[in-house]
């Protein structure tokens, strides 16, 4: 099988790097990553500026566009012949809970995927605070245990899913739920400031304040330390792919209980 990750914390990250770790002996896995750190960027592609591609190591490039150039370049050039089995996107760095998930440059690429017909996963690491210790290493066993059950074969054409794992150690994750995509909370506040040429220049400012409380909600799945498996159709809904993924689901679930 061929896996193609792409990310949009660079292809350095923590992330990508433990997700390829895990993968590489089991499956025939690509890298393409952008050159520098595209987080926040949304669907940008790159269609006014050249892209440049670099061969940092073998089965691994860097991309000077956006995550979702990045997909582009792996299916329509350095996998055109033999195209990805599946995407997967990230381990990004931090959530993308909720609403989030439009501004993420990691759903992003899973999203091109979908639009090019390949099955795609978007996956990150749920945490508050960065600091020198993440589980990354969680997420990336927790997406091999899911190519393991053939989970990409089950996602419907135009959806991709979007995963969420709590960022502790495998052993203390609680189970695996199919959610729906909550309502995170912040202020927007806008800080306007003075540069020392005296011209007023903003920042969004905006703090978290929690999110709305849906028990079904990816939010609250990761709150009680459960993996958070939500479909996102881009055209029509995903009762179907509920129906599904549930056996698949259920499945992981024996995993974290034996």
């Not at 990805?84 to 899973?110: E, F, H, K, M």
């Not at 959806?159 to 709590?166: A, R, S």
């Not at 400012?205 to 849906?214: D, M, S, W």
Request: proline share 4%.
């Amino acid at each position: 099988m061929r896996v193609l990750l792409a990310n949009d914390d660079g292809v350095t990250a923590p992330g990508i790097r433990s997700l390829y770790h895990a993968l590489r002996d089991s499956y025939h896995t690509t890298i393409i990553a952008p050159l520098e750190e595209r987080s926040t960027t949304g669907h940008s592609l790159s269609l006014d500026k050249p892209l440049r591609l670099e061969r940092l190591e073998e089965n691994i490039y860097g991309c000077s566009g956006f995550p979702a150039d990045c997909v582009l370049m792996g299916v329509g050039h350095v996998m055109k012949e033999n195209r990805p089995d599946v995407v997967v996107s990230g381990i990004n760095r931090g959530a993308n809970l909720g609403q989030d998930l439009y501004y993420s440059g990691t759903v992003a690429a899973a999203r091109e995927a979908a639009f090019h017909k390949v099955p795609a996963i978007a996956v990150s690491l749920v945490f508050g605070k960065v600091n020198d210790k993440h589980h990354y290493e969680t997420a990336a066993m927790f997406i091999k245990m899911c190519l393991e059950e053939d989970l990409y074969k089950c996602i419907s054409p135009m959806t991709l899913l979007n995963v969420n794992v709590p960022d502790v150690p495998l052993k203390e994750i609680r189970g695996v739920k199919l959610s729906e995509v909550g309502f995170r909370r912040y202020s927007e506040e806008i800080h306007a400031r003075m540069d020392t040429r005296g011209r007023e220049y903003f920042w969004i400012a905006g703090h978290y304040e929690g999110f709305l409380h849906n028990s079904e909600s990816d939010c609250h799945v990761v709150q009680d330390n459960m993996i958070a498996i939500t479909p996102h159709a881009l055209i029509g809904g995903m009762e179907q792919d509920k129906k599904v993924l549930a056996p698949i689901i259920e499945r992981l679930n024996a995993k974290f209980r034996s």
